[in-house]
C-alpha cells in the first residue's frame, strides 16, 4: 500500500501571495490531520477533515484553509503568506475514526520557504 | 486539553550506551500516548503507542516506554543505541484519534 503523498515538497514564495498544497491519504483513509512544524513552535495541529468535514481546527488564523474532497485528498491553503509561516507542514491520515483509536500515518511533508 | 513536556532538548550518547527519553503530560481525561521519530528532511514515524492495558510497551527498533498514570510520565529507552538512531523524538499525547498534541522533541545525537 503506497503511504501518505504530499506534493510539492519544496515551495517557496514571497510575502503576500497565496500557496496551496496537496495530501493523498493512504487508500481507505478518509480522516486526513495536517500539522504544522517550525523551529519556534514545534508541531501545531491546524486541522481535520473526515468526509469532506472539517471536525476540529486548532489555533490558527483564518488564512489557514483546508478542504477534502470525496476521494479523501485533501489541500490546504494560505493566503496572504508571511514570513512566519516558512514551515514544514505535515499531512496524517487515519482510517475511519467509527470506532477506538486510529493511528495517524505521516507523509514526508511540505517544506515552505516565504521570502 | 492536554499539554506535554519533553524534560530534554538534546541527548547525546555513545554508540551501543543506553538512552532515555523523558517525557510528561498533563491532561484532564485519559489519553492515549505516542512516542515518533523524525528523521531529517522526513515525516515522523510511529515508534510505539499506549492506549490501553499493559504499561509496559515495544515499540519497533528496540524501544520501550512506560506508561506511569500516578506520574503522568511516558518515558522512552532503548537498551543499546546505533549510530542509525541519531534523530529527532517526538512525544505526543491525544484524547481522541484525530488531534495530536505534541512536545517540544528531543534531538538524540549517537558518537561512535
Known amino acids: 500500500k503506497a503511504g501518505v503523498t504530499q506534493t510539492p515538497r519544496y515551495l517557496i514564495k514571497t510575502r503576500g501571495q497565496q500557496v496551496t498544497l496537496s495530501c493523498s491519504p493512504i487508500?481507505?483513509?478518509?480522516?486526513v490531520s495536517w500539522y504544522q512544524q517550525t523551529p519556534g513552535q514545534g508541531l501545531q495541529f491546524l486541522f481535520e477533515y473526515f468526509s469532506e468535514t472539517q471536525r476540529n481546527k486548532g489555533n490558527f488564523p483564518g488564512r489557514f484553509s483546508g478542504r477534502q474532497f470525496s476521494n479523501s485528498r485533501s489541500e490546504m491553503n494560505v493566503s496572504t503568506l508571511e514570513l512566519g509561516d516558512s514551515a514544514l507542514y505535515l499531512c496524517?491520515?487515519?482510517?475511519?475514526?467509527?470506532?477506538?483509536?486510529?493511528?495517524?500515518?505521516f507523509g514526508p511533508g511540505t517544506r515552505l520557504t516565504v521570502l | 486539553a492536554q499539554s506535554v513536556t519533553q524534560l530534554d532538548s538534546q541527548v547525546p550518547v555513545f554508540e551501543e550506551a543506553p538512552v532515555e527519553l523523558r517525557c510528561n503530560y498533563s491532561s484532564s481525561v485519559s489519553v492515549y500516548l505516542f512516542w515518533y521519530v523524525q528523521y531529517p528532511n522526513q515525516g515522523l514515524q510511529l515508534l510505539l503507542k499506549y492506549l490501553s492495558g499493559s504499561t509496559l510497551v515495544k515499540g519497533i527498533n528496540g524501544f520501550e516506554a512506560e506508561f506511569n498514570k500516578s506520574q503522568t510520565s511516558f518515558h522512552l529507552r532503548k537498551p543499546s543505541v546505533h549510530i542509525s538512531d541519531t534523530a529527532e523524538y517526538f512525544c505526543?499525547?491525544?484524547?481522541?484519534?484525530?488531534?495530536?498534541?505534541f512536545g517540544a522533541g528531543t534531538t538524540v545525537t549517537v558518537r561512535a
Open positions: 505526543a499525547v491525544s484524547e481522541d484519534d484525530y488531534k495530536l498534541s
Open positions: 496524517a491520515s487515519s482510517p475511519s475514526p467509527a470506532s477506538g483509536f486510529n493511528e495517524q500515518f
Open positions: 487508500s481507505g483513509h478518509r480522516s
